[in-house]
């Protein structure tokens, strides 16, 4: 039989944020990070009651099964309350959890927090991001590397929360001695390399040692999101059966508990808040920097909401982009260049020329084609530019 023989968890505000959104829990065998969304106190409850839904005993012998129920159980809780309370209305977070159990050990996932194992000086992510540029980047339209620096790499298209019903990530992994598992929110994985990462678990002399070193290199990499780390390893029986007491050392919530209600919500903090970082819809354009809000899209809404992101972020209130309509025609289009699986796309198409894009020169193609995002006054301008036959621009 295995067991856990060691195991940390921390969390830190980093940097750039005021406030820390993420949540976890940790106590053996159950290990969770949530990254919560939605300003002002309403991302710091989603993520708590994510983290909380996992709190209580984890029997039955159905490990998937019941690891999709507590997550599908987390979302109706703060779908609820979300729609009951106005000041938390669209809130939201990543899940990530992981159960420890005999020689496997079981992982539900939403959102873009992450889980990895790390094995024989390996590392090995075993969840798949719900983000926008993860869906690009198993398209094939980014690579990796644009993928990890693209601006929007923050917009996640499945969340608790939003929607009454989810569809988790459920999978378990057969666990052997020496396997370290890693659960951490992307203000780690935005801020330093699996290589990073991997090398700070192997040169280790504790997982407290590891977490402390993972926080403080995301830091000094600009720290510009909230940082949380839980890792647990794997080990051996112990020859002589004494279990020792790693095994059921609990590993402490750092925030206290958040629960709706007035009784039990913790005292507000004194220092006081940037009004940047008050709850406004994505919708209302604010102003503000592109990490700073997250955004959970789905179905339609993709289109709309993605384009008021970068609006918002750029300053403007719509984005549109120069490309060529299926007809090779020369066309302004409104939204993003992109497309998510199942034939959704970003944007529409506002106007077509009269100009052909083949009749343009390959370094005029390049140019005016690049779906770089313009306002709508330069784009309009550019085609009209096109149309009279100057090109000069
Ligand atoms: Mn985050």
Redesign the pocket.
């Known amino acids: 039989m295995l067991r856990i023989v060691d195991q940390a968890a921390r969390t830190d505000t980093g940097r750039q944020r005021h406030a820390n959104?993420?949540a976890y829990f940790a106590r053996p065998p159950i290990f969770v990070v949530a990254?919560g969304?939605g300003g002002a106190q309403a991302g710091e409850v989603a993520s708590r009651i994510a983290a909380n839904a996992f709190d209580e005993g984890f029997e039955g012998d159905d490990l998937e099964r019941n690891l999709a129920e507590r997550a599908r159980l987390a979302n109706r809780e703060i779908f609820e309350l979300s729609r009951e309370d106005e000041s938390r209305s669209g809130m939201g977070t990543?899940l990530t959890a992981a159960v420890f159990s005999g020689n496997e050990v079981g992982v539900v996932h939403v959102g873009?927090?992450r889980a990895y194992l790390f094995r024989d000086g390996e590392l090995r992510q075993l969840t798949r991001d719900h983000s926008l540029v993860e869906e690009l980047r198993r398209q094939g339209r980014l690579t990796t590397q644009e993928a990890e620096e693209h601006p929007q790499r923050?917009i996640i298209t499945r969340a608790l929360g939003p929607e009454p019903e989810i569809e988790p990530d459920v999978h378990t992994h057969q666990t052997r001695a020496g396997d370290v598992f890693l659960l951490c929110?992307?203000?780690l994985t935005?801020m330093l390399e699996p290589d990073a990462i991997k090398q700070i678990l192997q040169d280790r002399s504790s997982l407290t040692d590891a977490a402390r070193q993972m926080v403080s290199e995301a830091n000094r990499e600009g720290g510009r999101?909230?940082?949380?780390v839980v890792c647990f390893e794997v080990g051996g029986e112990l020859e002589g059966g004494d279990g020792g007491p790693a095994a059921d050392e609990t590993v402490v919530n750092l925030k206290a508990p958040v629960v709706e209600g007035p009784s039990t919500r913790p005292p507000r903090r004194a220092e006081p808040r940037p009004t940047a970082l008050r709850r406004t819809p994505i919708v209302a354009g604010r102003k503000r920097t592109r990490?700073r809000r997250?955004v959970v899209v789905t179905g339609v809404a993709v289109a709309l909401l993605a384009a008021a992101v970068i609006g918002a972020s750029a300053g403007i209130r719509s984005v549109y982009f120069i490309g060529r309509d299926d007809h090779g025609l020369i066309a302004l289009y409104r939204g993003l260049p992109y497309e998510l699986p199942g034939d959704l796309r970003l944007y529409g198409e506002e106007y077509v020329s009269s100009v052909p894009a083949a009749s343009l020169t390959p370094v005029e193609r390049r140019r005016l084609l690049d779906h770089q995002l313009r306002s709508r006054g330069d784009a309009a301008g550019v085609i009209r530019t096109i149309e009279r036959g100057e090109r000069g621009r």
């Open positions: 959104e993420d990254d969304m990543t873009d927090s923050s929110s992307d203000g935005s999101d909230n940082i949380t990490w997250r």
